[in-house]
């Protein structure tokens, strides 16, 4: 049985910041302008994982969430990518910044 895909205006939200986070945090940490084939799948992981979110457009933020979408291997790299990116989002994104952060 498939899941159908969450495509509301929160998802988009949150599509939109993953992809912004990763995108920093590859520029930062692996000086690349396009991302990485690891940032990329990190962001096909994320994505995907978003499109199949159980609350859809009653979602909050992931840390908060009580069910855990993500395999532990990329839930540790995707907090390595928020811890990394989080401060230059604010830098480069205060309204995307300020949205999540009023999630939590």
Known sequence: MSRALNNG???RQEK???KKMIAIYCRKKHHHQELCDECRDL???ALKRLSHCPFGEKKT???NCEVHCYSPIYRKK???VMRCAGIW???YHPVFSVKHLLKK
Do not use: F, G, H
């Open 43 to 45: 962001q096909l992981y």
């Open 16 to 18: 939109d910041t993953v």
């Open 61 to 63: 933020a992931c840390s």
């Open 78 to 80: 995707i907090k390595t």
């Open 89 to 91: 989002m604010l830098l």
């Open 9 to 11: 205006p929160v998802i």
